[in-house]
């Protein structure tokens, strides 16, 4: 017996086939760049200055510092998100990666009806609050790794 696929299993096929087409325009035009200066300019947690050059994928970076509250990954992620909030499409992926200093996101966005379009901007998170922010992280890490190595029944 087979069942209508649920409305996040719809979203997820179509997010991924606007993914895999190869066809589509990218992020790298004028259109969200203007969008990333306006969700910063509007946010008080970020300091930036415009995109010089490309990111690790090649895709536009935004290299910004962030000056919002708090010292945990968590609170860097509270204000991201609200920044992503105004750039988000139908559909919308964030990849973020903790480096030893410095926090990376990959935002993905995309219009699922067509005419399809697809925005991929890379933002590198910066700064002595960040630091201190993925220093906490990688010590949490590391903190489970041990718990799980001094636990292997409770795994």
């Not at 004028?30 to 990333?36: E, K, M, N, Q, R």
């Not at 947690?45 to 010292?71: A, K, V």
């Not at 609200?82 to 926090?103: N, S």
Request: charged share 25%; proline share 6%; aromatic share 10%.
């Amino acid at each position: 017996m087979s069942r209508e696929p649920s409305a996040a299993e719809e979203t997820a096929g179509l997010f991924q086939r606007v993914i895999a087409s190869r066809s589509l325009p990218y992020a790298d035009d004028p259109g969200i760049a203007y969008d990333v200066d306006m969700a910063l300019r509007m946010s008080r947690s970020f300091t930036w200055t415009p995109p010089t050059g490309h990111g690790r994928e090649g895709l536009e970076l935004w290299q910004i510092e962030w000056t919002g509250s708090g010292d945990t990954v968590s609170d860097v992620d509270r204000d991201f998100f609200a920044v992503v909030a105004d750039l988000a499409g139908e559909a919308t992926f964030i990849h973020r990666i903790v480096r030893p200093d410095t926090i990376d996101y990959v935002l993905i966005t995309a219009s699922l009806d067509p005419p399809f379009h697809l925005d991929r901007v890379y933002f590198e998170l910066v700064g002595p609050r960040i630091a201190i922010a993925c220093a906490s992280w990688w010590r949490s890490v590391e903190s489970v790794e041990q718990w799980k190595r001094t636990h292997p029944d409770r795994r």
